[in-house]
């Protein structure tokens, strides 16, 4: 809810009471798993076409679920994520692209909306991958029912022989925040959407499981695990509907480029989660390419410089009006973190595009433009709010002028909202 709309007895927190308010961020596994589950809605994911292979002298014909997957090194960056978008499946497609990049795979983590087929499984063990984290959904091969089967017990020798781990992993949302630029979703109210996914697993598989001593959920499943891990699952589906993923509202626009936009700023959206800034929390995600190739670059968000602890910095914007005892000259800014995260920099100065839950800061923006940014796509920004603000927020204006750079705002009115 917006300040504005607040109830008059109801005061928002002050900037001390929200400087020592202990901030619950969900882990970074959570976040990244959220991510990878949010790519299988990006306009661009398509279901790859089915395969007919030779199987016993009879042909079958296999088919496949698209997935969202991120590949994370072992120092937590996010070194490539995108969904299935056509004939090639999105773990291999990564794979190839980190490997002809040269970057090296070992340690590796990979997250995917769905445990990845045989085809890609082999190809994770080739690349040195860690660990798997998936949810415990309908698997990526989900046809012929009488080849799931097979198919699972090669991807589980592959697991076994090679010592990738494998998790099933329900994102834990209970005490998700709902962060000030969330408003943006929040002002207009998104149609309750039912995500249609379905906890595949039921008592039966996890007996199946343990009997085998399989090393896919390997370890013991206890009493009441599986109740709880529903419940999870089913808690996670509602807040990713009704907070974050539901249908993109029809009445905010980004010009004529809204649903894949709104898609890119969402994530950048889901990002604010991890955010220790106690008061504004902002995500950006970067991006390169027009929209039919566009490739996720880089994620960030903002926060205190890493290994900080709770009282290491001063986190009060407004406590003081010296410069050191406020939290601005510590905080890394979100554009900041996701530009320094990026891998992917084929580096062609113009090619860029940044999503971000806020309008960038004067620091930022020649920093962004100097990067190649040449598109910023944000959400209404409260020009209130920003007087406010500890930062200035007029150069943006600046480079709009000047045709440096082209700021696309999401509105709610029926027109375009470019700038
Ligand atoms: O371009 C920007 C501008 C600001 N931020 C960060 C910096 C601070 O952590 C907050 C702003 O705090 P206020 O208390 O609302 O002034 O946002 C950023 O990441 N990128």
Redesign the pocket.
Known sequence: MADSELPSDVQPPSDIQLAERHIERPSKEVVFMLLAWWLEYSPDAKDPPDITDMVEGEEIVKKYNKLGALIVTPETRVLAMDCTRGEAHVVQKLILLCRTNGWMLDGCVLYTSRLPCSHCTKLMVQAKLKKVYCLPIEPELYDPKEFIDSDRKAVDKLYRINGLGISYLTPNVTNLKVSPSEEIFINVRTPKYELKRELLFDEEFYRDEEAAGSSVNAGKWKEGHLKRCKEDFAKAARWLSDKTFGEIPKDIHFANRSAKAMHTLRMANILVLRSD?P??G?GAVITKGDSENEVYCGLGW?GFPQGAQHSDYPRA?EKTDVHHER??PY?V???INALSNGRNWHYVPGDFKSY?T????D??TPVLYEMGVREIYHPSSDSK?RQK???GYSKIQEYCEKKKIKCFEATKSDKPGEK
């Open positions: 800034d008061k504004t902002v903002n914007a939290k601005y905080v800014h979100g554009e971000q806020k309008i960038p800061c620091d930022c709010k603000s500890g930062i």
